[in-house]
């Protein structure tokens, strides 16, 4: 994730295929994190990095679905 986190300076299309970008590296993680907690291989450090990489990253999604997301006036 090498992007900077200023959204206010990105067009809505650069944020879409970034969004795209990120979910699809949040669902790595997740399924890399999985695999080394299944087969034992991982130690905690390397675990504990992941996670906190798919924790940035699922905050940065959240970021950018809320610029995307037009405000609803009720």
């Known amino acids: 994730m090498h992007a ?4 206010s300076m990105k067009t809505d299309e650069v944020l879409r295929v970034e969004l795209e970008v990120f979910r699809r590296e949040h669902r790595d993680l997740d399924d890399a994190i999985h695999a080394l907690v299944e087969r034992g291989t991982g130690d905690q ?5 992941l996670k906190k990489r798919k924790l ?18 009720a």
């Open 56 to 73: 940035r990253l699922k905050d940065l999604i959240a970021q950018i679905e809320d610029r995307l997301t037009p405000d609803i006036i």
């Open 4 to 7: 900077p986190t200023d959204l």
């Open 45 to 49: 450090l390397t675990l504990q990095r």
